[in-house]
């Protein structure tokens, strides 16, 4: 299956949540899956590395592609992570954007949004279940008290 991983870590960071992602692109095509990891480039930061040099740094075998898109902005980097994972003919969406569940679905893939956090200070109350409510998006909950606040605030099944 392709699979796209959409992630609004960029890549390489010092911070916990690129580890998270490295580290499931890896183990979702330790499946057997073909996986493609959309990330945002890291001009900012100190830490520069070659790609080959990525898979080394964060102990993860080089068995998924990396897509580098140059912008910093969340929306866009959605819009142009879910453009380029049409045009590859993905199956299945993973990824932790709003921005990129509330698109991704709409382009006819199957899309698991993994909730880490409440979004209505993004979107509202209003606009959460008009994006968040596709028979194409599944949501992941990282505990029961924020899979309860999504079902009671929002209204997702």
């Known amino acids: 299956m392709r699979v796209a991983c959409i992630a609004n870590s960029w890549i390489p960071s010092v911070y916990a949540n690129s580890i998270q992602v490295m580290k499931m692109c890896e183990a979702i095509a330790g499946l057997g899956h073909e996986v493609t990891l959309f990330v945002g480039t890291n001009e900012k930061e100190e830490i520069q590395l070659e790609e080959g040099d990525i898979f080394s740094s964060y102990g993860v075998e080089r068995i998924f592609e990396i897509k580098k898109i140059p912008l910093r902005i969340n929306s866009i980097h959605a819009l142009i992570s879910s453009v380029y994972a049409k045009l590859k003919k993905t199956e299945l969406c993973y ?47 990282i505990s029961n008290s924020l899979t309860k606040l999504y079902i009671e605030r929002y209204k997702i099944n």
């Open 95 to 141: 990824t932790r954007s709003i921005y990129a569940a509330s698109l991704i679905p709409r382009l006819g893939i199957l899309t698991i949004f993994e909730a880490d956090n409440p979004i209505y200070w993004r979107l509202g109350n209003r606009i959460a279940p008009l994006l968040l409510n596709s028979p194409r998006l599944k949501i992941l909950s």
